[in-house]
T-cell receptor, first 113, second 116 residues
Framework: AQSVTQLGSHVSVSEGALVLLRCNYS??????LFWYVQYPNQGLQLLLK??????LVKGINGFEAEFKKSETSFHLTKPSAHMSDAAEYFC???????????FGQGTELSVKP | GAGVSQSPSNKVTEKGKDVELRCDPI?????LYWYRQRLGQGLEFLIY????????KSGLPSDRFSAERTGESVSTLTIQRTQQEDSAVYLC??????????????FGPGTRLTVL
């Protein structure tokens, strides 16, 4: 069975600091991996996705993630946090490109001025 | 409309009542998904439609939950005899399978259900 673990339900960084949100997955087959962001009272928006084309994936708003098979990880990073990055971030895995998403518990990112 | 829409945005009901939640997917999207987000938790998959059929209903928590999709468009999630543990935000997503683009699921804003 597939599962996703996000380490840290809350992460706080200062504006301009590095953002690192951790995601580890388990999957018996090569996975498709996604990061979604949810702003308050809004739906989920796709940040980026890994579909085996490249291990370093660049997404919107300056975010990127690196797929590391040996570590079963897909951590999300951004070099310099902005106040507008404050939101909840979800990592998700899918067994197939047409399939359901299995989500992690989410990480709430706070950005301090 | 450009995105996935859901109605109502908020629903308050009494325990034991039935509720219907509606999802209008993006036009042309063949796949439609329902998820549930309980307070402080991640999203749980409920059911997946490909066209009008549901090949994966594995996430429906009990037989009080059912869903249908008609005309490869609108979907309705019905919860019968609601219980307090059904309180959650119910999210709908749709996608169009494309070999190059892959399966990006586009999410609606959700329906917040509160069972008193």
């Amino acid at each position: 069975a597939q599962s996703v673990t996000q380490l840290g339900s809350h992460v706080s960084v200062s504006e301009g600091a590095l953002v690192l949100l951790r995601c580890n997955y388990s999957s018996s087959v090569p996975p498709y991996l996604f990061w979604y962001v949810q702003y308050p009272n809004q739906g989920l928006q796709l940040l980026l996705k890994y579909t085996s084309a490249a291990t370093l994936v660049k997404g919107i708003n300056g975010f990127e993630a690196e797929f590391k098979k040996s570590e079963t990880s897909f951590h999300l990073t951004k070099p310099s946090a902005h106040m507008s990055d404050a939101a909840e971030y979800f990592c998700a895995v899918s067994r197939s490109q047409g399939g359901k998403l299995i989500f992690g518990q989410g990480t709430e990112l706070s950005v301090k001025p | 409309g450009a995105g996935v829409s859901q109605s109502p945005s908020n629903k308050v009901t009494e325990k034991g009542k039935d509720v219907e939640l509606r999802c209008d997917p993006i036009s042309g999207h063949t796949a439609l998904y329902w998820y549930r987000q309980r307070l402080g938790q991640g999203l749980e998959f409920l059911i997946y439609f490909q066209g009008n059929s549901a090949p994966d209903k594995s996430g429906l928590p009990s037989d009080r939950f059912s869903a249908e999709r008609t005309g490869e468009s609108v979907s309705t999630l019905t919860i019968q005899r609601t219980q307090q543990e059904d309180s959650a935000v119910y999210l709908c997503a749709s996608s169009f399978w494309d070999r190059e683009v892959g399966n990006e699921q586009f999410f609606g804003p959700g329906t917040r259900l509160t069972v008193l």
